[in-house]
């Protein structure tokens, strides 16, 4: 079984510049996570998916940050315009409720840099 | 709002050595998740506890958690290099415990 995908797995871009993430979870998978990870840190959860409804968006900088799942399977969280700080890497992880809890499933990541 | 806490932060052990990494949270959960994460990749579920009094074991490590005293703790046994790894804890919160806030991790080093 495929595990999450995302590309790209490297991006460097100067501030101020705009970048897209995609995802695409496990099959089957209806809750899909977006997750910053600054260097040394866990990852914090920037959006939550439940299909295709963001249910959990508190922590997604709105000002700069979007992302959609139009048809509930693959996701794009979006950065515009990129600053400094916005160097980190960024995950995409899927779950899938069994007996009672999400175990979620992390894909590789996203490894940003901001110039 | 919920901290999570791990100690140590840092972990360097000898082969054959026993030692317990330790996670407090600060408000109720019952729903804690360890992970680990080697460098450079992404995090692999090791464990999942959803209850008080809940003991998982895998090889050489064994988790368990109190909700009552809002710790988990993640114990090696007899450690070897390929564990080597940073270990993360997650507490679970909301629907089911889907909503994770992630410690800082620990960063252990096993030496030969």
């Known amino acids: 079984e495929a595990g999450v995908v995302q590309s790209p797995r490297y991006k460097i871009i100067e501030k101020k510049q705009p970048v897209a993430f995609w995802c695409n979870p496990i099959?089957?998978?209806?809750?899909l996570y977006w997750y910053r990870q600054n260097l040394g840190q866990g990852p914090e959860l920037l959006i939550r998916?439940?299909?295709?409804?963001?249910?959990?968006d508190s922590q997604l900088p709105k000002d700069r940050f979007s992302a959609e799942r139009l048809k509930g399977v693959d996701s794009t969280l979006k950065i515009q315009p990129a600053e400094l700080g916005d160097s980190a890497v960024y995950l995409c992880?899927?779950?899938?409720?069994?007996?009672?809890?999400?175990?979620?499933?992390f894909g590789p990541g996203t490894r940003l840099t901001v110039t | 709002e919920l901290k999570v806490e791990q100690n140590p932060l840092f972990l360097s052990m000898q082969e054959g050595k026993n030692y317990t990494i330790y996670c407090n949270y600060s408000?109720?959960?019952?729903?804690l998740y360890w992970y680990r994460q080697d460098p450079g990749k992404s995090l692999e579920s090791l464990f999942v506890?959803?209850?008080?009094?809940a003991v998982k074991q895998e090889g050489r490590l064994m988790a368990s958690l109190d909700t009552k005293a809002r710790l988990s703790t993640l114990h090696i046994t007899a450690a070897v290099h390929d564990l080597s790894a940073t270990y993360f804890c997650?507490?679970?919160?909301?629907?089911?415990?889907?909503?994770?806030?992630f410690g800082e991790g620990t960063q252990l080093t096993v030496n030969p």
């Open positions: 408000t109720t959960s019952d729903r």
């Open positions: 997650a507490v679970g919160k909301g629907t089911s415990g889907s909503r994770l806030t």
């Open positions: 992880a899927s779950s899938l409720r069994t007996s009672g809890a999400y175990e979620q499933y």
């Open positions: 998916y439940e299909n295709e409804e963001a249910v959990d």
């Open positions: 506890l959803l209850s008080n009094g």
């Open positions: 099959s089957g998978h209806n809750t």
